[in-house]
């Protein structure tokens, strides 16, 4: 059984930078592919951004392309998401989450292929 930690989360001004951690706590995350999800208030949950286990392939929302860094250190069985330029609109409960496919596939965006969920970090990003 494998259980996440996030963590990293916090208030930020608009423009500045977070970077959210998650960790296995138990079992190993190293042949997951994982995934990184967040939900505002009143709205559903959504994708963010998704890695393979390996690191080789990346997948972001159009929403944090270009703003979001997903990366993994399987050695510490950990994994990142680096967020720059945020904006208020990022605000949200950032949820950690493993497929035990290896391989990220489009299909994980939609979070059902997703077998262990972390129990979130809050992200307050402030105008």
């Known amino acids: 059984q494998v259980q996440l930690v996030e963590s990293g989360g916090g208030l930020v001004q608009a423009g500045g930078s977070l970077r959210l951690s998650c960790a296995a706590s138990?079992?190993?995350?190293?042949?997951?592919?994982m995934g990184w999800f967040r939900q505002a208030p009143g709205l559903e949950r959504e994708f963010v951004a998704g890695i393979s286990w390996r690191g080789a392939t990346t997948d972001y929302a159009d929403s944090v392309k270009g703003r979001f860094t997903i990366s993994r250190d399987n050695a510490d069985n950990t994994v990142y998401l680096q967020m720059n330029s945020l904006k208020p609109e990022d605000t949200a409960v950032y949820y950690c989450a493993a497929s035990r496919s290896s391989v990220w596939y489009p299909d994980l965006r939609m979070g059902y292929g997703m077998h262990y969920w972390g129990k979130g970090t809050l992200v307050t990003v402030s105008s």
């Open positions: 138990a079992g190993t995350i190293s042949t997951y592919a």
